[in-house]
């Protein structure tokens, strides 16, 4: 069974910057949509970003021009690259591989966090 196990969040002062990864073992990331999600303290848990297997991006309006998601299939990796980071931005940020089966519940990893403080 797929495990995904995130890294890369710590804190930060404003304006810093993150790469967070999300690795896969025990399956494969080449073949399936892994999105971004971030959970802030009293907030429900909010998409950030999508990549598909062709590589086709998709952003949340709030973070678009400021985050970058890519992924390398030989690595099992999905990154996201946080640029300008902003208060707002601090969350717990988990990565969540989509069923290939529509409707169906994918793989959430166990998050990692995101403190953006000065």
């Known amino acids: 069974q797929v495990q995904l196990v995130e890294s890369g969040g710590g804190l930060v002062q404003p304006g810093g910057s993150l790469r967070l990864s999300c690795a896969a073992s025990?399956?494969?990331?080449?073949?399936?949509?892994v999105g971004w999600y971030r959970q802030a303290p009293g907030k429900q848990r909010e998409l950030v970003a999508t990549?598909?297997?062709?590589?086709?991006?998709t952003y949340a309006d709030s973070v678009k021009g400021r985050f970058t998601i890519s992924r390398d299939n030989a690595k099992n990796t999905v990154y996201l690259q946080i640029n300008s980071l902003q208060p707002e931005d601090t969350a717990v940020y988990y990565c969540?591989?989509?069923?290939?089966?529509?409707?169906?519940?994918?793989?959430w990893g166990q998050g990692t966090q995101v403190t953006v403080s000065s």
């Open positions: 990549i598909t297997s062709r590589g086709e991006k």
């Open positions: 969540y591989r989509h069923s290939l089966i529509p409707g169906a519940v994918g793989t």
């Open positions: 025990g399956g494969s990331f080449s073949i399936f949509t």
